[in-house]
């Protein structure tokens, strides 16, 4: 009897503990006791605004791609890897991913305008000559000058409005370049218009710093690749970052096989004549190239990978001249350089500047010993001539096409050519 007593409350003494065992699973409180578990946590670039540039705005380039940063639908480096981790912040440029449906990515540029060494040198340059101090609010410091005062009550901007900034696209400016700056400026709803009302006062701060500072995301916006200008797709900006379309720079390709250093050199011709004879009638020169300047897509088609060197006359309107003896400089003329510059005089840019500064720069590089001896001479012999300086009686679409006329025979047509294939299968020129 005893042992049966014994037994019976053993087996309610089991139930009773597997009920308790039941209620404690049923209670979240009391479960997450009994069995710990860490909970999964999406990994994510720890973003900061200094990193963007954003804590500097509105003296930055805009932000009308800072939702995909926070979104992580732009991420660095060539991995999508779990483990985000941001690049230093003293690069001048990042490889990047971009995507739309977080399933397919594309390959993307993110670039600074300056150096974060310059643009430091920068902000602290602004507080101590407007305000007197070693840091300050940017924006308030800007706000007050001179040249601000006068964008804030202008209605359209104007040539006397870009006096004395140091980007070359402006060194002669005409009034019709200027409205399509105003018209085509992507950081803000299109408007369509030349006039500046639909402008806030942070968007003319930040047109103005982006002018000030390096004009190439405004050339991006205002010539667009879909409109068959060379320079790679504009997608936005976030602070003091750019993003645009990825190419890979010219030096890439020095040790190119012969029919891809033949086909890039026709490219950077075909290129070096349109920005001589376009459409719109604009003259664009360059005061300065390297192998960082052109760069090529994935397809083959070759671009101007940085167009901050670029300038512009127009050959419709021409320059407009510039009030007083001496250049009007601020602030803003040396954001990024010397105030004391020297200028250089709208009339002395020589139709051949840009064919000169390839012929020295890029074309020896690109299409040294690559050829079979007879050809190698002759385009050694140009390409020499060229570097020297051209007659000037001799016409520089003449020379270019001479170039040309000894490098299209070796080019070849294939699936490596992917922006003219097949077409090319079909063309009596190959």
């Known amino acids: 009897m005893e042992r049966w007593i014994c037994c019976l409350c053993s087996r309610v003494a089991d139930w009773l503990m597997l009920l308790l065992v039941l209620a404690r699973s049923s209670n979240p409180s009391s479960a997450a006791t009994v069995s710990p578990s860490a909970p999964h946590v999406r990994p994510s670039y720890s973003f900061g605004r200094t990193f963007l540039g954003l804590d500097k705005c509105n003296a930055c380039i805009g932000t009308s791609i800072c939702k995909k940063f926070f979104k992580e639908e732009i991420r660095f480096d060539t991995w999508l890897s779990s483990h985000l981790k941001l690049p230093p912040s003293y690069l001048l440029s990042y490889l990047g991913n971009y995507t739309d449906d977080a399933q397919s990515w594309r390959m993307v540029d993110i670039t600074r305008l300056a150096t974060k060494y310059q643009h430091d040198r920068a902000d602290q340059r602004i507080c101590t000559s407007l305000l007197k101090t070693k840091t300050c609010s940017l924006e308030r410091a800007l706000r007050r000058t001179h040249r601000f005062q006068k964008w804030l009550r202008a209605k359209r901007l104007t040539p006397d409005l870009v006096q004395g900034l140091s980007s070359p696209m402006l060194r002669c400016p005409s009034q019709r370049l200027l409205d ?32 000030s500072v390096n004009s190439h995301p405004i050339l991006l916006q205002i010539f667009p690749d879909v409109e068959g200008w060379p320079f790679p797709r504009y997608l936005g900006s976030c602070g003091r970052l750019v993003v645009s379309a990825s190419t890979r720079p010219l030096r890439d ?12 050199a026709l490219q950077l011709l075909a290129v070096l004549r349109s920005m001589g004879t376009n459409d719109l009638n604009y003259f664009f020169y360059f005061t300065r190239v390297d192998v960082g300047t052109f760069g090529v897509f994935s397809n083959g088609h070759l671009f101007i990978r940085d167009a901050s060197t670029l300038g512009i006359i127009d050959k419709e309107e021409g320059s407009q001249p510039i009030d007083g003896r001496q250049e009007y400089k601020d602030i803003f003329s040396c954001l990024t350089v010397d105030c004391q510059s020297a200028s250089v005089s709208c009339n002395s840019i020589r139709e051949e500047q840009s064919l000169i500064m390839v012929c020295q720069e890029l074309l020896p590089k690109l299409l040294k010993g690559k050829f079979l001896p007879p050809v190698q001479e002759k385009i050694d012999s140009f390409l020499q001539h060229c570097a020297e300086g051209l007659a000037d009686d001799q016409d520089v679409n003449e020379a270019m096409a001479k170039l040309a006329q000894l490098l299209k025979p070796l080019q070849s047509c294939d699936s490596r050519f992917a922006y003219r294939y097949p077409d090319c299968k079909y063309s009596d020129k190959y």
């Open 253 to 264: 390709f020095f040790r190119a096989a012969p029919e891809v250093a033949a086909d890039l």
């Open 180 to 211: 399509r700056i105003v018209r085509r400026y992507a950081e803000v709803p299109d408007a369509g218009s030349i006039y500046m009302d639909h402008l806030t006062d942070q968007d003319k701060l930040r047109l103005l710093y982006t002018l």
